[in-house]
């Protein structure tokens, strides 16, 4: 069976970057018990908001426009990693959907499959 091909997302919290380590561990543990290769790490590290014109979230998912790299999930430790508001989440989801791309919690596991997808 072939590996799944990902790239994978962490983001420093407000109050600093002491986490950013634990995050790559526990994202690195989950895709080597999954049979996930991670292509790259994308690393935020001061950005309040989520996405920016700078950030490197922005910057995945550019990478992800026409998705010619075969990469098909996108992994964070936590979903609240990829963006705290609800509906820059549900909209950051969607529009990796549309790329044939699917989000991955190493904690809370793979989110929005096929079978349990709210945006379907």
């Not at 109050?15 to 634990?22: A, M, Q």
């Not at 910057?59 to 790299?69: I, S, V, W």
């Not at 990693?81 to 044939?100: C, F, N, P, T």
Request: proline share 2%; aromatic share 6%; glycine share 4%.
């Amino acid at each position: 069976m072939s590996k799944v091909k990902a790239f994978a997302y962490i983001k420093a919290p407000a109050r600093g970057n002491t986490c950013l380590e634990k995050q790559k561990e526990a994202i690195n543990r989950y895709a080597h018990t999954e049979n996930i290769e991670i292509v790259r790490f994308y690393q935020d590290d001061d950005v309040p908001c989520g996405i920016s014109e700078k950030s490197a979230l922005t910057e995945l998912l550019l990478n992800l426009e026409g998705n010619d790299q075969g990469i098909t999930a996108v992994l964070v430790e936590k979903l609240d990693q990829l963006a705290r508001d609800l509906s820059v989440q549900a909209a950051i989801v969607y529009q990796l959907k549309s790329e044939g791309v699917r989000v991955i919690s190493a904690v809370e596991g793979s989110l929005w499959d096929e079978q349990t997808n709210p945006l379907s």
